[in-house]
Every structure is written in structure tokens, then in C-alpha cells.
Nanobody, 126 residues
């Protein structure tokens, strides 16, 4: 069992930056693929970024490539999402998710993740 708690969301102006954190409980964090997803009002949850357990494989949605950076600190059981050049269309609830263990596959859909946090709101004003 992995419990995930997101933090770092808030209100920011167009072009601003935020860093989201996701703290995981348990000693198995290091084994899990980790991902970030987001859901805007009236829209389906969508993939944002993911990182393998080793950190060697990283994937981004095209919409955030070049602006967002995912990273992990296994010693702190934490995964981060650095978000730069934020746009109003980035407004959503952002969710952290944990997927398979010691996997070479990094899923880019929600079906590949077993544990989810409750989310943190990110609002970008124009």
C-alpha cells in the first residue's frame, strides 16, 4: 500500500511557475513508477508526466513538454513537478499516482497506476 499526498498548488499568473510535490508513505516508493495527471472542470483526467523507478525514463504530454519537469528524490520518498511558463489552460486539479514496481514500462494512461493522491488545485489566471 502506498499513500500519496500532493502539495504546492495555488494561484499563479499567466507565465508564472509552481513546484508540486508528492510525498509517499512506505518503504516501497523507490520501486514504483510515478506519474502526474490533471483534470480540468468538465474534462477527463489526462496524463502530464511520468518517471520510472530508476529515474532513467521520463515521459511528458506534448502540451507540457519543454515547460514542465518531473523528478524524484527516492531518499525523501518524494516526486516533484516543476511547472514553468504556466498558461490558463494548465488550470486543473493535479494528481500524483504510483504505478508498477521495478517496471521498465512507464504508463501514460491512468490505467497503469494503482495508487492516487487526492490532488492539489492549480489555477493560472490570465
Amino acid at each position: 500500500q502506498v499513500q500519496l499526498v500532493e502539495s504546492g498548488g495555488g494561484l499563479v499568473q499567466d507565465g508564472g511557475s509552481l513546484r508540486l510535490s508528492c510525498a509517499a508513505s512506505g518503504r516501497t516508493f523507490i520501486r514504483h513508477t510515478m506519474g502526474w495527471f490533471r483534470q480540468a472542470p468538465g474534462k477527463e483526467r489526462e496524463f502530464v508526466a511520468a518517471i520510472s523507478w530508476s529515474g532513467d525514463s521520463i515521459y511528458y504530454a506534448d502540451s507540457v513538454k519543454g515547460r514542465f519537469t518531473i523528478s524524484r528524490d527516492n531518499a525523501k520518498n518524494t516526486v516533484y513537478l516543476q511547472m514553468n511558463s504556466l498558461r490558463p489552460e494548465d488550470t486543473a486539479v493535479y494528481y500524483c499516482a504510483a504505478g508498477g514496481t521495478y517496471s521498465t514500462v512507464v504508463p501514460t494512461t491512468s490505467l497503469g497506476y494503482n495508487y492516487w493522491g487526492r490532488g492539489t488545485q492549480v489555477t493560472v489566471s490570465s
